[in-house]
């Protein structure tokens, strides 16, 4: 018995502790024990990180341009004009930071710790509670690139989840098609 749980630890859980930190009860290492897993994968990581980069490029623009904004109006203050002249791009530039270049940057730090798994009855995610596959009722997936694609899973009575930037996505629908009874792909 103990050379199973130590085995089942191994299979399941050690790939996803060599990439980030892992937040691990009791109740989900008794079930892994007690489920084959059928697929396990991760983001790309570049196509992750950078998913959001037309945000991140206009709030770059508009970053500069209020950092440009912010200069003139501390010259003009040099030039005796009104204080509040150079308080006015203040929340421009820390909003225009947020919206643009802080995007990518929360992606980076955010990718470690993004990891999706099926087993034989639920698809796990790294965050949230794991979905039954009885409960999966459609399926859309975005592509990406040659290889990559993001899968929009429908669930009845909830919000829909998304798988982002999974290399080789048909190899999951496959599995996904197979083994949810109500799925209409």
């Not at 018995?1 to 191994?10: D, G, Q």
């Not at 980030?20 to 084959?36: F, K, P, Y």
């Not at 790294?126 to 899973?153: E, T, W």
Request: aromatic share 12%; hydrophobic share 50%.
């Amino acid at each position: 018995m103990v050379c199973l749980r130590i085995l089942c630890w191994t299979v399941t859980l050690a790939p996803q502790l060599i990439f980030g930190r892992l937040i691990v009860s009791m109740e989900s290492l008794t079930q892994a024990a007690r489920e084959n897993i059928l697929w396990q994968g991760r983001p790309a990581p570049r196509c992750y990180t950078f998913q959001y980069w037309k945000q991140a490029l206009l709030g770059s623009i508009l970053f500069l341009a209020s950092s440009f904004w912010l200069m003139f109006a501390l010259e003009l203050i040099k030039d005796a004009q009104p204080f509040w002249l150079a308080l006015l791009p203040l929340p421009l530039i820390v909003g225009s930071f947020v919206f643009g270049p802080w995007q990518i940057l929360l992606a980076r730090w955010r990718w470690p710790r993004i990891f999706y798994r099926l087993t034989e009855t639920q698809l796990h995610f790294s965050v949230g509670k794991p979905v039954p596959l009885a409960r999966i009722i459609d399926i859309k997936m975005m592509k990406q690139g040659a290889n990559l694609a993001s899968l929009r899973v429908t669930v009845e009575d909830s919000s829909p989840a998304i798988i982002h930037c999974i290399e080789q996505p048909h190899q999951l629908l496959r599995l996904l098609n197979e083994h949810c009874p109500q799925l209409k792909v």
